[in-house]
C-alpha cells in the first residue's frame, strides 16, 4: 500500500477487498471512491475517480496508466467521431489516422504496464457532448493540446530511460496531430515556443467532465 | 488509403537514408513492437546499452560539444541556430507571401526563442553557449524549400527526442519536452503544406541519433 494511499481515508474501508477477487487494483480504488462518493455526496465522486484511476500503482506504472486513461479517452473520441462528427474528405482522413494513431497508443501503453509487473487501469466510459463537426474539432484541439501538455508535465518524473523514450516518441505524435487539429480550426499549429505542461490535478480536472 | 500511404512511406524510404534506417530499425513498420522492445526487456543493462546505440550520438555529442548536459543544450542550439537563420534566409528570399510567410515567420521566431532560452540554460549550468554557426541554404523555389523546412523540421523533432533520456537535470529536461513538442508541431504543419503523412514514422516517431543529425546539416553549415 503506497503513502497516497493511506493519506485516503475513503480508501482504508476497501483494502480489505484487494485481495479478494479478481477485480484490478484500479477497479478496487474505483469502487471505493464510488462508495465515498455514497458518503461525502455525489459532486465529490468524479474528481476523486479520475485521481485514483491516475494514481493507481504509483511511479512509472502510476505515470503509465495515467497516460493510459489519457490515450483511452482519445481513442474512443477518435472512434466515436467516426460515425459522430459529420466529417468527409481530407479530416475524415485525418480522424482516421488518429484514430489509429491512438489506438496503438492503448495497445502499446498497456502492454508495457503489464511488462513493468502493472496492471493497466480499465477502460473507462466517456461521454462527449458534440453536435456538429466544429464543436468535435474544437474539443479535438483541446484534447491534444491537454494530451501534449501532460505528457511533457509527466515525462520528467518517469524513472527508466526506456519508459521516458517512449513517452517522448508519443507526446512527439501528440503534438503532431495537435498541429493538424489546430490548421482544420484555422488557428496556428504551434501557437507558442514552448508548449506549457501541465501537471496531473489539472489535466485531470480538464478531462473529468467527459468521463462519466 | 492505406495503400496510398504504404507507397508514400516506401518511396520516401527509398530515396531517404535516414527514413531506410528507421524503416529497419522499426522491423519494416512494426512501431508498437519497436516500443516494446525499448521497455521490454527485463536485462536493464543490455536495454540501456542498445537503446544507446541506437540513439547513437553519445560519443560525438561529447566530443563536438562537451559532455553531459551542457553538451546536449549546445547540440540543440546549434540545430536551433541552423532552424533560425534557415527561416531567416526563406524570408528575405521573397519566395513567400500571404499565409505561408505569415506560417514561415512565425516558426523562425519560436527558433530564435528556442535559441535564447538554450543560451540561457547554457550559461545557468555555468557552460559555454556554442557558437552561432555560418550557414548557407539552397534556396531555390518554393516547393523545394518547404521540402527543406520539412526536413530541418522533422529531423530536429527527431533530434531532441534522442537526446531526452540522456538529459539529466529535470528542469533541462522539462524544457527540451517543451521545445521538443513544438518542434513536433512544425514538422506536422509542414508535412500538412506538402501533402505528406503528419506522422510519416506512424504511432511512435523514431528518434534520430547526434551522428545521422549533424551528417544531415553538414551540407548546411559553411563554418
Same mark, same amino acid.
Given at each position: 500500500?503506497?503513502?497516497?494511499?493511506?493519506?485516503?481515508?475513503?480508501?482504508?474501508?476497501?483494502?480489505?477487498?484487494?485481495?479478494?477477487?479478481?477485480?484490478?487494483?484500479?477497479?478496487?480504488?474505483?469502487?471505493?471512491?464510488?462508495?465515498?462518493?455514497?458518503?461525502?455526496?455525489?459532486?465529490?465522486?468524479?474528481?476523486?475517480?479520475?485521481?485514483?484511476?491516475?494514481?493507481?500503482?504509483?511511479?512509472?506504472?502510476?505515470?503509465?496508466?495515467?497516460?493510459?486513461?489519457?490515450?483511452?479517452?482519445?481513442?474512443?473520441?477518435?472512434?466515436?467521431?467516426?460515425?459522430?462528427? =459529420? /466529417?468527409?474528405?481530407?479530416? !475524415? @482522413?485525418?480522424?482516421? &489516422?488518429? %484514430?489509429?494513431?491512438?489506438?496503438?497508443? +492503448?495497445? $502499446?501503453?498497456?502492454?508495457?504496464?503489464?511488462?513493468?509487473?502493472?496492471?493497466?487501469?480499465?477502460?473507462?466510459?466517456?461521454?462527449?457532448?458534440?453536435?456538429?463537426?466544429?464543436?468535435?474539432?474544437?474539443?479535438?484541439?483541446?484534447?491534444?493540446?491537454?494530451?501534449?501538455?501532460?505528457?511533457? =508535465? /509527466?515525462?520528467?518524473?518517469? !524513472? @527508466?530511460?526506456?519508459? &521516458?523514450? %517512449?513517452?517522448?516518441?508519443?507526446?512527439? +505524435?501528440? $503534438?503532431?496531430?495537435?498541429?493538424?487539429?489546430?490548421?482544420?480550426?484555422?488557428?496556428?499549429?504551434?501557437?507558442?515556443?514552448?508548449?506549457?505542461?501541465?501537471?496531473?490535478?489539472?489535466?485531470?480536472?480538464?478531462?473529468?467532465?467527459?468521463?462519466? | 488509403?492505406?495503400?496510398?500511404?504504404?507507397?508514400?512511406?516506401?518511396?520516401?524510404?527509398?530515396?531517404?537514408?535516414?527514413?531506410?534506417?528507421?524503416?529497419?530499425?522499426?522491423?519494416?513498420?512494426?512501431?508498437?513492437?519497436?516500443?516494446?522492445?525499448?521497455?521490454?526487456?527485463?536485462?536493464?543493462?543490455?536495454?540501456?546499452?542498445?537503446?544507446?546505440?541506437?540513439?547513437?550520438?553519445?560519443?560525438?555529442?561529447?566530443?563536438?560539444?562537451?559532455?553531459?548536459?551542457?553538451?546536449?543544450?549546445?547540440?540543440?542550439?546549434?540545430?536551433?541556430?541552423?532552424?533560425?537563420?534557415?527561416?531567416?534566409?526563406?524570408?528575405?528570399?521573397?519566395?513567400?507571401?500571404?499565409?505561408?510567410?505569415?506560417?514561415?515567420?512565425?516558426?523562425?521566431?519560436?527558433?530564435?526563442?528556442?535559441?535564447?532560452?538554450?543560451?540561457?540554460?547554457?550559461?545557468?549550468?555555468?557552460?559555454?553557449?556554442?557558437?552561432?554557426?555560418?550557414?548557407?541554404?539552397?534556396?531555390?523555389?518554393?516547393?523545394?524549400?518547404?521540402?527543406?523546412?520539412?526536413?530541418?523540421?522533422?529531423?530536429?523533432?527527431?533530434?531532441?527526442?534522442?537526446?531526452?533520456?540522456?538529459?539529466?537535470?529535470?528542469?533541462?529536461?522539462?524544457?527540451?519536452?517543451?521545445?521538443?513538442?513544438?518542434?513536433?508541431?512544425?514538422?506536422?504543419?509542414?508535412?500538412?503544406?506538402?501533402?505528406?503523412?503528419?506522422?510519416?514514422?506512424?504511432?511512435?516517431?523514431?528518434?534520430?541519433?547526434?551522428?545521422?543529425?549533424?551528417?544531415?546539416?553538414?551540407?548546411?553549415?559553411?563554418?
Amino acid at each position: 500500500m503506497t503513502n497516497h494511499e493511506l493519506a485516503q481515508p475513503e480508501l482504508a474501508g476497501v483494502q480489505i477487498e484487494e485481495d479478494s477477487g479478481d477485480l484490478s487494483r484500479s477497479e478496487v480504488i474505483l469502487k471505493g471512491a464510488l462508495a465515498a462518493g455514497a458518503v461525502y455526496g455525489a459532486m465529490s465522486v468524479a474528481p476523486f475517480v479520475s485521481r485514483a484511476l491516475a494514481m493507481s500503482g504509483g511511479g512509472d506504472v502510476g505515470i503509465l496508466n495515467f497516460a493510459l486513461t489519457l490515450e483511452y479517452l482519445e481513442s474512443t473520441f477518435y472512434k466515436e467521431a467516426k460515425r459522430r462528427a =459529420g /466529417a468527409s474528405g481530407e479530416l !475524415k @482522413s485525418l480522424i482516421d &489516422l488518429v %484514430a489509429r494513431d491512438e489506438d496503438e497508443h +492503448v495497445g $502499446a501503453l498497456t502492454e508495457t504496464i503489464k511488462k513493468l509487473g502493472g496492471k493497466p487501469v480499465a477502460e473507462p466510459k466517456f461521454d462527449f457532448p458534440y453536435n456538429n463537426t466544429k464543436e468535435f474539432l474544437q474539443l479535438a484541439q483541446t484534447f491534444e493540446d491537454t494530451g501534449v501538455s501532460a505528457y511533457n =508535465g /509527466a515525462a520528467p518524473q518517469i !524513472k @527508466s530511460k526506456e519508459v &521516458l523514450a %517512449a513517452a517522448g516518441s508519443i507526446v512527439q +505524435v501528440e $503534438a503532431r496531430h495537435a498541429a493538424a487539429i489546430r490548421l482544420q480550426n484555422k488557428e496556428e499549429p504551434s501557437p507558442q515556443a514552448f508548449d506549457p505542461s501541465l501537471d496531473e490535478a489539472k489535466v485531470l480536472k480538464a478531462v473529468e467532465p467527459f468521463i462519466q | 488509403m492505406a495503400v496510398k500511404e504504404e507507397t508514400n512511406a516506401l518511396s520516401r524510404v527509398a530515396k531517404d537514408p535516414v527514413s531506410r534506417r528507421k524503416f529497419i530499425a522499426l522491423g519494416g513498420g512494426s512501431a508498437a513492437a519497436a516500443f516494446l522492445v525499448a521497455c521490454g526487456s527485463d536485462d536493464s543493462s543490455t536495454t540501456t546499452s542498445s537503446t544507446a546505440a541506437a540513439m547513437g550520438g553519445d560519443a560525438v555529442i561529447e566530443e563536438k560539444f562537451g559532455k553531459g548536459d551542457v553538451g546536449i543544450l549546445n547540440y540543440a542550439l546549434t540545430l536551433e541556430y541552423l532552424e533560425t537563420a534557415f527561416y531567416a534566409d526563406v524570408v528575405k528570399s521573397g519566395l513567400f507571401k500571404g499565409s505561408d510567410l505569415a506560417t514561415i515567420r512565425k516558426f523562425g521566431g519560436e527558433e530564435a526563442e528556442h535559441v535564447t532560452a538554450l543560451t540561457a540554460f547554457v550559461k545557468k549550468l555555468g557552460g559555454k553557449p556554442a557558437p552561432k554557426p555560418q550557414t548557407e541554404f539552397p534556396l531555390k523555389n518554393s516547393k523545394s524549400v518547404l521540402e527543406l523546412a520539412g526536413t530541418v523540421e522533422n529531423l530536429g523533432a527527431a533530434a531532441y527526442l534522442a537526446q531526452a533520456p540522456r538529459i539529466k537535470s529535470p528542469e533541462v529536461l522539462a524544457a527540451a519536452l517543451s521545445i521538443h513538442s513544438v518542434e513536433g508541431r512544425h514538422s506536422a504543419a509542414l508535412n500538412t503544406l506538402l501533402g505528406e503523412s503528419i506522422t510519416p514514422d506512424g504511432a511512435f516517431a523514431v528518434p534520430a541519433g547526434a551522428a545521422e543529425v549533424l551528417k544531415s546539416v553538414e551540407p548546411f553549415i559553411v563554418s
